[in-house]
């Protein structure tokens, strides 16, 4: 069993909305206790807590898990900017048995580094081929996919350049391309634009987040007519509250998360299709959650 698109460490904050409501701005920098829960699970980008995985021990239990009841491999999309750490990983994957499949490459352009500008594509490139085929800088850990690519809506030059690298590494290592789209239902049509203009086989990448991101059934077989492959990936994240918050930033929304894996199901694409992302915000974690009172 694999899943394909976890983030077992991340250092989310800079996603951290904080509550604009009077009533509810000490919220946003509680822990998640039993307490909270609701409300956390309402929004999971309104509390810093919420947003930070950076424990290993807690990794390790939770990984442990997944591997008990026959887990093997879980692809892990943390990229640069978003806390990517090699070595924790190598660590939790010889602790737990489970194969950890590490990212390579770049996050969204608001975490991209501050001389990102003055990086060509030809650099990029090259670090991306280094981390597949050598190793993430000095740690001898290799990644084994590129991605996820973090893109915005619009995309922006940086996002452009880090997509061309990444398909142009996909030539030399044959790695697949797993790609976070901005929130547009046309941007995973730009991107797969971009990626086999630059060389990518559309076949080997994987279009993440296809849930939140096409939510009409003909523009998602449009897509799927295009040949890579289509991710579902905040599984359990679509419990009814989140869905009730969807809704609410997007009133066109309501079951839209369901209505393209229905699609899929019929469709002749579904063996195109994967699905994944059980770990990425802290209430997720069967022990993060504290009892009252915090510590
Ligand atoms: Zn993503």
Redesign the pocket.
């Given at each position: 069993m694999t899943t394909t698109?976890e983030h077992i460490f991340i250092d989310f904050v800079c996603m951290y909305t904080p509550p604009t409501e009077a009533s509810a701005k000490h919220l946003g920098e509680e822990q998640v206790t039993m307490e909270n829960l609701g409300w956390v699970r309402y929004d999971p980008f309104r509390n810093i807590d919420n947003l930070e995985l950076l424990d290993e021990d807690l990794a390790i239990y939770e990984i442990a898990l997944f591997g008990r009841v026959g887990g093997g491999t879980i692809v892990d999309?943390t990229t640069i900017g978003i806390g990517r750490d090699p070595l924790a990983l190598a660590r939790v994957a010889r602790a737990t048995g489970v194969n950890i499949v590490m990212g390579a490459g770049y996050?969204v352009d608001i975490v991209h580094p501050d001389d990102m500008d003055g990086r060509s594509e030809d650099e990029i490139t090259q670090q991306i081929i280094d981390e597949l085929t050598v190793g993430v800088g000095n740690t001898g850990v290799k990644a084994g996919i590129i991605g996820?690519l973090?893109c915005s809506w619009p995309l922006t030059d940086n996002e452009r350049k880090v997509l061309r690298s990444g398909a142009r590494a996909q030539q030399e290592t044959g790695a697949g391309i797993l790609i976070?789209?901005g929130r547009n239902p046309r941007a995973p049509f730009e991107i797969l634009d971009i990626l086999e203009g630059a060389g990518a086989d559309a076949g080997r990448v994987i279009m993440?987040?296809l849930d939140r991101t096409v939510f009409d059934s003909d523009t998602l077989l449009e897509f799927a007519e295009r040949g890579s492959m289509l991710e579902y990936?905040p599984v359990r994240l679509g419990d009814v509250a989140l869905l009730a918050w969807r809704e609410r930033h997007d009133p066109r929304r309501p079951a839209a998360r369901l209505r393209p894996i229905a699609c899929r199901a019929r469709s002749p694409f579904q063996d195109r299709a994967g699905a994944g992302r059980v770990l990425?915000v802290a209430h997720l974690y069967v022990r993060r959650v504290r009892v009252w009172p915090p510590d």
């Open positions: 698109h999309a996050y996820e973090g976070h789209p993440g987040h990936d990425q």
